[in-house]
Nanobody
């Protein structure tokens, strides 16, 4: 089992920045990849970004490329999402997730942190 705890959400104006953090605990040695998803009011959950734990290779949704940066500190088991040039459409609950080696699904999820971007 892997436990994930997000932090760093809040209220920011359009064009502002926030940095989300996700701390992993438990069987972190089994983690192949971690990522961020978000769910806006009335919308489906969507992929935001992911990073492979061993090599640090990132991937992004087109909607956040060039504005968001995902990174990780594998020694501390912390993942970050630096969000710049925020837009009102970025308003959502952001969830940290993890995928274990040998699987294709994100089986572990945090409780979520609210990000609100005011116009």
């Amino acid at each position: 089992q892997v436990q994930l705890v997000e932090s760093g959400g809040g209220l920011v104006q359009t064009g502002g920045s926030l940095r989300l953090s996700c701390v992993s605990s438990g069987r972190t040695v089994s983690t192949a990849e971690t990522g961020w998803f978000r769910r806006a009011p009335g919308k489906e959950r969507e992929f935001v970004a992911a990073i492979t734990w061993s090599s640090g290779k990132p991937s992004y949704a087109d909607s956040v490329k060039g504005r968001f940066t995902i990174s990780r500190d594998s020694a501390k088991n912390i993942m970050y999402l630096q969000m710049n040039s925020l837009k009102p459409e970025d308003t959502a609950v952001y969830y940290c997730t993890a995928r274990a080696y040998g699987t294709d699904i994100y089986a572990y999820w945090g409780q979520g942190t609210q990000v609100t971007v005011s116009s």
